[in-house]
């Protein structure tokens, strides 16, 4: 469903994507992860064809974006970083606007407009304006704007920033829906991995305009073999602390993450009392643990060496 080989972008000076290359199967749910910063939305943005890479090419279902944009584009439905409704229309409204786009008229688009909204749960808000809906109703009528012309492929750029957890939850119930029921090709990308571990069969990292990683969530996961992950709630942690814990025996890494002690470690079971005689020895109390097994903050940190949100 969608190619994209080798694509090159440069802002100036800066190389904000540097040789990205992703494939993504017909009815699969795809993840791009990574930090602020890391490329995703320029990557995006060329994959949708508002932007030209300086190098490299995208076809979305068979359809060169550079050559056949229209065709393309008829493939994709989009579902931007930011909110894109007119706030004094109601959400009908918008999307009568948007499903015309697509060349929807009459009966068909009224259709298509009653099924976009009963998949986002808003039927009953469908003639309030826009303004008077929560961020979280807006970007749920965004993913129903995406959805009007039945696209093959979904793109959705941070569908879930700073919206309340009700609403998360309805667009990632849906859009795990859409793929498993009505088999859509979905790319999703984000800086929250537990977003991508539930939806997402195969995922690539990015950071910093690189693919540093892609395959399977098994075969990502694994890139740090067995390795666990042991937090332990602390208050103040310091820079002696994580030198201190980062000697135990069987501590790969360590560092401080929000009022907490984090260790990468060998064989949590092994790690953990040792690791905690460390922080008794350093003065510090510890106040809640948590052990995770190999997880993609996990893969984050061992392929970069800093936190996925730093």
Not at 18 to 35: A, D, K, N, Q, Y
Not at 127 to 140: C, E, H, P, Q, V
Not at 282 to 305: C, D, M, R, S
């Amino acid at each position: 469903m969608l190619q994209v080989k080798n694509i090159v972008k440069r802002f100036g000076d800066k190389e904000a994507v540097r040789g990205v290359s992703l494939e993504v199967g017909r009815g699969e749910s795809f993840g791009l992860l990574g930090p602020n910063g890391a490329g995703k939305s320029t990557t995006i943005s060329i994959i949708c064809g508002l932007l030209r890479p300086d190098q490299g090419e995208v076809i979305v279902g068979g359809h060169s974006v550079a050559e056949e944009p229209v065709k393309a584009k008829r493939v994709m439905g989009v579902v931007p970083q930011d909110i894109a409704l007119y706030p004094t229309l109601s959400a009908r409204e918008n999307l009568a606007f948007w499903g015309s786009l697509y060349d929807l008229s009459g009966r068909e688009l009224q259709s298509r407009m009653d099924e976009a909204l009963e998949i986002v749960s808003l039927t009953d808000r469908q003639k309030d304006r826009i303004n008077t809906y929560s961020g979280g109703m807006k970007r749920r009528i965004n993913v129903a704007a995406a959805l009007l012309h039945r696209p093959q492929l979904l793109i959705m750029d941070e569908p879930t920033v700073g919206i309340d957890p009700q609403s998360r939850n309805n667009i990632l119930e849906t859009v795990r829906r859409l793929n498993q029921e009505k088999s859509m090709t979905v790319l999703y990308t984000s800086h929250y991995m537990e977003e991508v571990e539930y939806l997402c069969q195969r995922l690539a990292i990015i950071d910093h305009g690189q693919v540093i990683a892609r395959g399977s969530l098994d075969e990502v996961r694994h890139l740090v073999g067995t390795d666990a992950t042991i937090r332990l709630k602390i208050a103040n942690p310091d820079e002696a602390l994580v030198a201190a814990s980062a000697d135990v025996p069987g501590v790969r890494q360590a560092r401080a993450d929000e009022g907490a002690l984090v260790a990468l470690v060998s064989d949590a079971a092994a790690v953990l009392s040792p690791l905690m005689a460390t922080v008794a020895g350093q003065g510090k109390k510890v106040t809640g643990i948590e052990v995770q097994e190999p997880n993609l903050e996990a893969v984050f940190l061992h392929l970069t060496g800093r936190a996925l949100r730093d």
